[in-house]
């Protein structure tokens, strides 16, 4: 190494020599990739769980490495330290490179390589850059290609992510479901195909989206840690093991899984992990159909607080901002608004991940940086957008429960509860006066005498309208 300018240090690679700022952990690889590649804006730094999971894939291999007496204690002490502070979120400003790239995550794996060789350097004593004392490959990327150490840490960035997620959704669910048991007495109108169609409980409606997203919760929950469990750690390049000792692998994935403190295993057929990206695909689309789920609650809560004269105006939702530049007292549903439009970006994501699992050729897909991203997009995106939605929206949201009452009462579909009483013939012949004539459809009930009143009052029970009997 060189000593460039007082702000910088000269380093070298394969192309040549880059001067690289003094203060930066990160080393020349690393910066080549900073000035090739300025596409999504978006750093490695966006996503610390990533950053602590490469970490912890860097201390498991380098522990594994020294257990087979291939890397000097000293040398193991410094990745070890450097990687327990990187885990413990330090220098996460250091991880720089765009999360899309080219090389198939070849810059993201050497940025973590020089990051923790740099921090390692300074535990022993060394300049930044000085990497004879301790190599980003030679010792920090040991026994390693990116090809197992990226898409191991992929995996496991995931789960460590995965309660966060986890735990914005159970946090919505338990709103709506707070409001379903509010509104449980909340007679209403149902609706099909946007007509009137039979009595319900607006707690009943509630419950549903509770249920609907609990759905998916349990099934992240249950499907997902088996989903990504099964790691390449030790596959190095493609999934033959090459420039490996024959007992790294289960070492490696044995401490990783010990740092981590999750279940991961390595995988059956080393190539095919390598190569395939089917977990991703079937990952990301569970996150769609939570998406599309979300965006379709959320449409139904614009509907149902649509007016509030001319609309709905079932439910009322927080105001949270004026709604119009021009147009005094208008205030809009711009929480349920925001998470229809993150829904449709997280649709957009899977169709990308989809296209860059598809596009994989022979024995690697060079298209897994778009893959990270997306999922990585989706997870952040879907986590802040339920929070968003549960506290500033489901929680605030209040019944008109005498508007609901009086549309149940002027709606044609009131005539379906006494079809058991009067006959289809007669119950559609009711339906189609009350609509030619604007008359109400109890009224015209009543006034030919089809039930008495007694047997009337019984029918229109909410209980009895809303549920089995």
């Known amino acids: 190494m060189h000593a460039g300018s007082a702000a910088t240090r000269r380093e070298s690679d394969l192309l040549g020599h880059l001067d690289v700022p003094a203060s930066a952990y990160y080393g020349i690889q690393t910066l080549r990739a900073v000035h090739n590649f300025t596409l999504s804006g978006v750093s490695l730094s966006h996503h610390p769980r990533l950053i602590m999971a490469l970490a912890m894939v860097k201390q498991a291999a380098a522990d594994a490495n020294h257990r087979l007496g291939n890397l000097e204690t000293r040398r193991f002490e410094a990745i070890e330290h450097a990687c327990q502070r990187i885990i413990h979120g330090e220098y996460h400003d250091q991880f720089v490179v765009d999360m899309i790239q080219g090389g198939a995550g070849t810059s993201t794996n050497m940025n973590a390589n020089e990051v923790i060789a740099n921090v390692g350097l300074e535990f022993l004593g060394r300049a930044r850059g000085d990497y004879q004392h301790l190599h980003p490959n030679n010792d920090v990327n040991m026994a390693q290609s990116t090809n197992d150490a990226y898409p191991t840490a992929i995996r496991l960035g995931l789960m460590l992510g995965h309660d966060d997620l986890l735990e914005s959704l159970s946090g919505l669910c ?3 479901s707070r409001k379903g048991d509010a509104f449980a007495d909340v007679l209403k109108m149902g609706r099909t195909q946007l007509q009137d169609a039979v009595p319900m409980t607006l707690g009943q409606e509630f419950h549903a989206f509770a249920t609907t997203l609990g759905e998916d919760h349990d099934h992240l929950k249950r499907r997902v840690p088996m989903l ?4 390449n750690l030790g596959g190095t390049a493609i999934g033959t093991g090459i420039n490996t000792d024959a007992r790294y692998q289960k070492i490696a994935v044995e401490r990783l899984a010990a740092i981590s403190e ?20 079937m990952f990301s689309g569970m996150l769609k159909r939570l998406a599309v789920k979300l965006s379709k609650i959320c449409n139904d809560l614009r509907l149902l607080s649509s007016g509030p004269r001319t609309g709905f105006n079932e439910i009322n939702l927080p105001a949270r901002q004026p709604g119009s530049s021009i147009m005094p007292g208008k205030v809009n549903p711009v929480i349920p608004e925001a998470v229809n439009q993150v829904a449709f970006d997280v649709i957009g994501n899977d169709l990308s991940l989809s296209l860059a699992a598809e596009a994989g050729q022979l024995q690697l897909n060079v298209m897994e940086p778009l893959i990270v991203y997306k999922i990585f997009d989706s997870i952040r995106l879907l986590t802040r957008a339920m929070d968003m939605l549960g506290t500033l929206c489901v929680d605030g949201i209040t019944a008109n429960e005498a508007h609901c009452r009086e549309l149940v009462e002027r709606s044609i579909g009131l005539v379906t509860a006494l079809n058991p009483y009067i006959g289809y013939d007669n119950a559609t012949r009711i339906a189609q006066k009350a609509l030619t004539t604007g008359r109400g459809v109890l009224e015209l009930v009543r006034e030919e005498n089809l039930l008495d009143d007694n047997t009337l009052t019984e029918a229109l029970r909410p209980e009895n309208m809303v549920m089995p009997r």
């Open 174 to 176: 338990r709103s709506f």
């Open 228 to 231: 990504l469990r099964a790691v």
């Open 262 to 281: 999750h279940d991961v295993a390595p995988a059956h057929d080393l190539i095919e992990a390598t190569s395939d990206m089917g977990d991703f695909v």
